[in-house]
């Protein structure tokens, strides 16, 4: 499977951003689902995702309540709705894809499908 990941953009501190991931192929039911981001110097770290068709979503602390992780099966797409942005959250973030497992899993090298990247910039 093939995922394009776009969105990325400057914000301020407080702003908010909506990130896409189009995948080349059906991948809700097929695939577990992930957004990752990396920031300068830092590993890459899980933010959000899904497992398969199920409707639990998972998210990492930093981001409960500010961000948001959706789907469009019709169009293949997963969507991270960002609000409340701060400065820390400058990354660049990575939609991935794995085939399905009995668990969410966390670790970037636990993904086998990658996007190219998107940059978010957040300004204080």
């Known amino acids: 499977v093939q995922l394009q990941a776009s969105g990325g953009g400057l914000v301020q501190a407080g702003d908010s951003l909506r990130l896409s991931c189009a995948a080349s192929e059906r991948t809700f039911g097929g695939y577990d689902m992930a957004w990752f981001r990396q920031a300068p110097g830092k590993e890459r770290e899980f933010v959000s995702g899904f497992r398969g068709s199920a409707i639990t979503t998972y998210y990492a602390d930093f981001v409960k309540g500010r961000f948001t992780l959706s789907r469009d099966t019709a169009k293949n797409t997963v969507y991270l709705q960002m609000n409340t942005l701060e400065p820390e959250d400058t990354a660049v973030y990575y939609c991935?894809?794995?085939?399905?497992?009995?668990?969410?899993?966390?670790?970037?090298?636990?993904?086998?499908?990658w996007g190219q990247g998107t940059l978010v910039t957040v300004s204080s």
């Open positions: 991935a894809a794995r085939r399905p497992t009995d668990s969410m899993r966390y670790w970037w090298t636990q993904y086998d499908y």
